[in-house]
């Protein structure tokens, strides 16, 4: 006999817990399914940038519902995620003059949308950025903007779901999932089933495995998130700070916690292995990551790293990720494939998919992430 | 066919004798090593411009400790030493390597790992205070620097090396106020059998032990350490115990010496994907190798205190065995009978160090004991309190989950003298086996590396 | 007062090196931690905590003995040797950002 409630979520991310926390809002009963630990994978190994800048300009109403949600996280978590609204800033480097018009015309775009940028350059952004290395050219600022500790996040998310009564299963891996009826059965590995008239996929990248049981594949890609982490020093610098660049190896990434401790994030991604639930840093990303970091910030060369990280993360080839319903099965959900940006954006896509379910609509945005445009013919 | 390329990790006892073996066998392996000079911990070897003799620095080891460095420093032209280089990963076949201005990836076809041990230590609340030090540490100081690590000093934990580096100290002209013995006389009795193995070793601690009382030392066995006194800016002034279930008891001292034998550095091991199993007679997980010291990863072989802690003088045989192992696999001729005979030697030196294990119990029960204001990890100021209500709140009870959430573990010193002590008080606390709570998985770089690590304009 | 007590090898050439700008006399051979400690009590502040830290383990694993210099470059003290003009910080210097511009 399979254990009943009006929703089972499969997958306990950031956006599975999160929407566990908002239906149980919406008074649905909810049934949240983890093959490992809350939060493990990519939720909690990214990199923690709270960050509304950089993000396609559809996306921008989403990213303020979630802003809103981490604003008075502690309060709705009862617990301190860490969360530090100090700002965020997006560098392009001196070759790549042509990114400054980039930034203005984004910037012109999302304060149609509320996101208020400021760019620097020159002495302007010295003064107020003195770390910066003499290869920078110019930045978008983003005041509030900020950064948090993903370690933290889903599993405080999961705890305040847990508490308004949502039934949270970990060590819990769905190997089946069937429409029977008017009920999604779906079956774990030990033999366990669980049945509800909604299902919503938040499996991250092993979310394809769920959509192509209902005829919907994705062309999901798994990578590895490349992160550093220094030793504690001084609290000296605000902001997350990233760079603009096509270059994937470029594209580096830090903020200071509260600790002190310097997060480092960026360059080139390593590989991952969703079937052994294991990811490794590539040890040449760590010395390429590095050297891309001195070259942002060189006074971050007298720091010693003590420890590396990687995850998995599921990766789309639009970079966008699979949200909405199923293309075909009524009372299907997703919610996956957030290509390493989700972190910002998951307390808002919670709520979304638990407005959704529960109302039937909403007025966020949502139609560039349908999974039909994946299919094929 | 090009020469395999053998590259050894650590130059201590293991690390000298598998070096000394692929010389024999015609290879010229490449010796990467942490440390100024060759010997390890235990055989570490004093500055160049020190004088004291051998048998002072060494007692009654004075002959094997000899024989390895002039076996190292006959080697020396024969094979690529690296002194004062950091294997900080391994991936794909190479180590990463980092000295103090370069990183490099060095491939290999066999990796030998010998990267010996530290102290295990057991939390006292107070620990943190400037003048503790782990036992190896006191010697350390004491062997290769001609210093004692206080003014009035006493050892406390358990193990023989409590009584061989207090003894060492009273022989050097050090105040040793006490030693305190956490474990009872009678499990060095149950442990006797054992212990026998190697008969030499049991001689030396039992005239240690009497040394020690000759010289006026306070030996106090099954004591409980309480506290170690002291304040933040002048550090430790003494330390509170019980003897027993007797009366609490006070000793002034400007520094405590502590450990409970020793604990394998495994995490290259662990970067290396070897896989490991939990040794219920340690309480500790150690890398699996079958006897001649393969890992489960082809290719990576594991010798010495690295991967077991059997003692020096098992280090040896095993270095030099593991080498014979790993130069038969790569098609070299070995001889079989001497292996044979090798893994003779380190099967004895197994039934001693099950001896130590009874004989110097790791007090397990001492950390779910801690109070909840000791201080459980020193790098992240992290305590037993701490950790405690991390737990209620949060139901975690693996070893990485709990660090996650706790930072326990998650400093510098990457939880080698928390992490055990840790998983026993998560056991303690969640009422579970302390196998189930699994153990901190490595990260790289094993130690500390500077961000300007390959920096060629630095 | 030391911490750390010279039991013997005295008898070796003596080196100055500078220590929050005050000179301290060492012995050629001396790590950075026993010239440190042959001289004052302690090695740097903990992070974490009130307390004033002088090391632990002495060979490189616990991590807890480590120092900066004026220039902001980090050395662990047990496994770095004394050296004639070192100049050494016992507290971690505050965040400076040369121009870049």
Known sequence: MSAASDVIIVGGGLMGSSAALFLRGHGLSVTLLETDLIG??????????????????HQLPLANRAIDIWRRSRELLGADVEYLQSGHIRVCYRERPELVGSMEDYAD?????GLDLELLSGNALRDKFPFFGADVLAGSYSATDGHANPRLAAPAFARAAERLGAVIHEHTKIVDAQKIGEDFVVSAADGRTFRAPILLVTAGAWGNALSSQFGEPVPIVPRGPNMSVTEPVPYAILPAVGVMTPVEEETVYFRQVARGNIVLGGSTRGPSFPDQYRAYVEPQNTVSQLKHIRRLAPALGKLNIIRVWSGIEGYLPDSQPVMGPSATTSGLYYAFGFSGSGFQIGPGVGETMAEIIAKGATDIPIAPYTIGRFAKG | MAEPRIIIVGAGPAGTRAAEACVQAGIRPIVLDEGRRDGGQIYRRQPDNFTRPYTKLYGTEAPRAQALHETFDGLNDRIDYCPETLVWNIADGHVRTATRTMESAL?????????????????????????????GGAQVALKSQAVSIGHKVVFMGSGPLLYLVASQYVQAGADVVAVLDTAPYSARIKALPDLLAVPSVLWNGVALTLALKRAGVMVRNSVKPLEILGDAADGVSGIRFRVGDGAEQMIACDAVAMGHHLRPETQLADLARCKFAFDPVTRQWLPERDGDGRSSIAGVYLAGDGAKILGARS??????????????????????????????????????????ATAFPWPAEQAGALPDEAILCRCEGVTAGDLRAVMRETGAKEANRAKAFSRVGMGRCQGRYCGLAAAELIAAQAGIPVERVGRLRGQAPVKPINISIGDTDA | MSRFVRLGETDRPGLTLHVDGAPVAALEGDTLMVALLSQGATLRQSEFGPEKRAGFCLMGACQDCWVWTESGDRLRACSTLAAPGQRILTSQPEATWPNHA
Not at chain 2, 116 to 126: E, I, N, Q, S, W
């Open chain 2, 107 to 135: 491939p290999f076809d066999a990796l030998l790992l010998c990267t010996g041990a530290t102290d295990r230590l057991m939390p006292v609340k107070g620990w943190q205070f400037a003048g503790s030090y782990s036992l």
């Open chain 1, 109 to 113: 775009k999302a304060r149609a949308e």
């Open chain 2, 315 to 356: 280090a040896e045989a095993s270095g030099r065995l593991t080498a014979l192992a790993a130069l038969g696999d790569l098609g070299l001729p070995v001889d079989k009978g001497e292996m044979a005979s090798l893994r003779g030697d380190v099967g004895t030196y197994a039934k001693f160090a099950r001896g130590l």
């Open chain 1, 40 to 57: 493990r994978q990519a939720s909690g190994t990214n990199f923690g940038n709270v960050r509304r800048q950089g993000r396609p300009i």
